[in-house]
């Protein structure tokens, strides 16, 4: 049974506006929450993340939102490039839990030029 | 700064070989996980070793074993490959939960 689900496989945006992907989760004992970026033939790479006390996360081009009432995160990438082009997945780690990560299923964000 | 380094990059099997893949990481970091990559699925955990001397399974662990050699150094064995064990398989190490894992660049493996 999947903890983290990431509902919509693919996403496609014009470069220059924002991308939104979303992950909603169902286990009430995750305290942190992470996205990672992975190209094609390559490892996924850790992009930002949040703790389960702030609902929001800033870096740049990339923020996160944390909603823990709807148990739903975003991650929010302002303005879209081409090199964002990519599979994101969101990832969730239990507290307590040997820094375990739960993983989604990934959505891939094609940018247009 | 190789980060964490996963041996081969790609592997063909026939059903009921035997592989060991490796994993070695140069960050220090006490714990180190296995994962296994299917469309649609997202990334699965297999086995993860919270620190040097202990292994523990995951969601997915049945048909592999696992060896923590060292601090560095974390294999996963197939013992007799099946075709569903077809995947890409990740190795990742990890230190604190704000900042997560670093991953290495995966193995592709095909079980025929």
């Known amino acids: 049974d999947q903890q983290v689900k990431q509902n919509s496989p693919s996403l496609s945006v014009q470069e220059g506006r924002i991308s939104i992907l979303n992950c909603d989760y169902t286990?009430?004992?995750?305290?942190?929450f992470l996205w990672y970026k992975k190209y094609p033939a390559e490892g996924p790479t850790f992009l930002i993340s949040?703790?389960?006390?702030?609902d929001k996360n800033e870096d740049g081009r990339f923020t996160v939102f944390l909603n823990k009432s709807a148990k739903h995160l975003s991650l929010h990438i302002v303005p879209s490039q081409p090199g964002d082009s990519a599979v994101y997945f969101c990832?969730?780690?239990?507290?307590?839990?040997?820094?375990?990560?739960?993983f989604g299923a990934g959505t891939t964000v094609t940018v247009r030029a | 700064n190789a980060g964490v380094t996963q041996t081969p990059k790609f592997q063909v099997l026939k059903t009921g070989q035997s592989m060991t893949l490796q994993c070695a990481q140069d960050?220090?970091?006490?714990?180190m996980y296995w994962y296994r990559q299917d469309p649609g699925m997202g990334l699965r955990l297999i086995y993860y070793s919270a620190s040097e001397g202990t292994t523990d399974k995951g969601e997915v662990p049945n048909g592999y074993n696992v060896s923590r050699l060292n601090k560095r150094e974390f294999s996963l064995r197939l013992e007799s490959a099946a075709p569903s064990q077809t995947s890409v398989y990740f190795c990742?190490?990890?230190?604190?939960?704000?900042?997560?894992?670093?991953f290495g660049s995966g193995t592709r493996l095909t079980v025929v």
């Open positions: 960050m220090n970091h006490n714990s």
């Open positions: 949040i703790s389960s006390i702030k």
């Open positions: 990832a969730a780690r239990s507290r307590g839990n040997d820094y375990k990560l739960s």
């Open positions: 286990n009430s004992m995750f305290d942190y």
């Open positions: 990742a190490s990890g230190q604190g939960a704000f900042y997560g894992y670093t």
